[in-house]
C-alpha cells in the first residue's frame, strides 16, 4: 500500500532563517505530488505541483519554491522566512489519471 | 476560475441522527470532479467520496452519500447514522480535468461538524 510522509510534524522559526520541508511517498512510482497550504480556518491553496523529476508549476508568487529531486521526493524551501508564511503544509501524492489525491500529515509552520 | 462556497461555517448533529453539509460551486466547464474531504482534529485530510460530472447516479460510501445536482452546480454530502468520529471540518473540492497530467484541486472554506453525543 501507498504511505506518504512529511516532516517535520512543527516547526517553528524566525523570520528571515531558510525553510525546507520534505514530503516521501512510499509504495508508487511516478506520482504527481503537490504542495498546499492552509491558513487558520480556511480551506486548502495549491501552491505547486509536480508531474515528474525536475518539474515543477507553481501557482501563487511568493516567497517559496518547490524542487523534486526524486521521483517520490518533494521539497517545499525558502531562503527567508516571513510571517506571513505561517501556516498548516500539507503535501499530497496522486497516481497519474487517478484523480484521487492523498495527503500527508502535514508540517504545522509558526515563523515568529 | 472555479469556486467552491461553502456557506455554513458550523453544524452541529445529534449520535445516530443524519445530517447534510451544502456545497454550491461555479465553473464553465462540463467535464470535473467533485470530492468531499474530512480533516479531523488530526489535520489530515482524508478522502470521503468523490463524483465524476458525467455521471447522474449520485456517490455513496457506506454512510456518506452525496446529492449532486449539476444544473443547480449544488453537490451535497449526506451522513447518515452519525457517528461521534465524524467530528471534523469537512471541505467540498472541485477539479477541472485536463488534457494535461496533473490534476489542480480547488477547495472551499470548510464546515465544522460537531456531533453531539
Known amino acids: 500500500s501507498q504511505t506518504i510522509h512529511q516532516w517535520p510534524a512543527t516547526l517553528v522559526q524566525p523570520v528571515g532563517s531558510p525553510l525546507s520541508l520534505e514530503c516521501t511517498v512510499e509504495?508508487?512510482?511516478?506520482?504527481?505530488l503537490y504542495w498546499y497550504r492552509q491558513a487558520a480556518g480556511r480551506g486548502l491553496q495549491l501552491l505547486f505541483y509536480s508531474v515528474g523529476i525536475g518539474q515543477i508549476s507553481s501557482e501563487v508568487p511568493q516567497n517559496l519554491s518547490a524542487s523534486r529531486p526524486q521521483d517520490r521526493q518533494f521539497i517545499l524551501s525558502s531562503k527567508k522566512l516571513l510571517l506571513s508564511d505561517s501556516g498548516f503544509y500539507l503535501c499530497?501524492?496522486?497516481?497519474?489519471?487517478?484523480?484521487?489525491?492523498?495527503f500527508g500529515p502535514g508540517t504545522r509552520l509558526t515563523v515568529t | 476560475a472555479q469556486t467552491v462556497t461553502q456557506s455554513q461555517p458550523e453544524m452541529s448533529v445529534q449520535e445516530a441522527e443524519t445530517v447534510t453539509l451544502s456545497c454550491t460551486y461555479d465553473t464553465s466547464e462540463s467535464n470535473y470532479y467533485l470530492f468531499w474531504y474530512k480533516q479531523p482534529p488530526s489535520r489530515q485530510m482524508i478522502l470521503v467520496i468523490r463524483q465524476e460530472a458525467y455521471k447522474q447516479q449520485n456517490a455513496t460510501e457506506n454512510r456518506f452519500s452525496v446529492n449532486f445536482q449539476k444544473a443547480a452546480k449544488s453537490f451535497s454530502l449526506k451522513i447518515s447514522d452519525s457517528q461521534l468520529g465524524d467530528t471534523a471540518m469537512y471541505f467540498c473540492a472541485f477539479m477541472k480535468l485536463h488534457t494535461g497530467a496533473n490534476s489542480k484541486l480547488t477547495f472551499g472554506k470548510g464546515i465544522t461538524l460537531s456531533v453531539r453525543p
Open positions: 509504495g508508487t512510482s511516478n506520482p504527481n
Open positions: 499530497a501524492w496522486e497516481a497519474g489519471g487517478n484523480y484521487e489525491q492523498y
